[in-house]
């Protein structure tokens, strides 16, 4: 495949998974100079970001990750990437806590209601509270956000739930359209 440059392309939505975990990968031809976001519909192999970014002189800034199973293959840091939204995925919580490590530079973390739900009940929750009331300090990786937020009925179900229950001790604040962590 010939090189392919996209000279205003800030941000990359990858919808299939034809042709990822290959040699030489999809990725691997495309260069992205304005590159800032990833949003991840489908499943692929983060381990290839890297590369991408590497090809772009931007700094991708935001990971959106939206799907319901993502293989992490061998990974290395992706620096640079300060903010993270994760929607629908089925993920156990020593997946997430891998894909915070893969991200030292996040200070902005985003849940909707069923990923949340489902690291509360893993017991993660705790974890990613202690990173947001870490001081401030160089590579102190201090969760400066952490926000959940959904549609609002998922939200009020949550709410009403033995979650909300727990939700109310710890130091919440309610949005429209969820909650956050302070």
Not at 59 to 71: F, H, K
Not at 149 to 162: E, I, L, M, N, T
Request: net charge negative.
């Amino acid at each position: 495949m010939p090189p392919v440059i996209h000279h205003r392309l800030k941000t990359l939505r990858l919808y299939r998974s034809l042709g990822w975990g290959t040699t030489p990968g999809p990725l691997d031809f495309l260069t992205l100079p304005c590159l800032q976001e990833v949003v991840i519909f489908e499943t692929i192999l983060l381990a290839q970001l890297p590369a991408l970014v590497r090809q772009s002189s931007c700094p991708l800034t935001r990971l959106t990750l939206d799907n319901d199973g993502l293989p992490f293959g061998e990974l290395q840091p992706l620096p640079g990437v300060t903010d993270l939204v994760v929607g629908f995925w089925n993920m156990d919580g020593g997946a997430m806590m891998k894909l915070l490590l893969y991200l030292p530079d996040l200070h902005h973390l985003t849940l909707r209601v069923q990923p949340f739900q489902e690291l509360w009940d893993l017991g993660v929750i705790p974890l990613l509270l202690d990173l947001k009331r870490r001081p401030d300090g160089p590579s102190e990786g201090r969760l400066h956000k952490f926000i959940v937020v959904d549609d609002v009925s998922q939200f009020d179900r949550v709410w009403k739930s033995d979650v909300g229950e727990g939700l109310k001790e710890l130091n919440v604040t309610l949005r429209e359209d969820g909650f956050e962590f302070f």
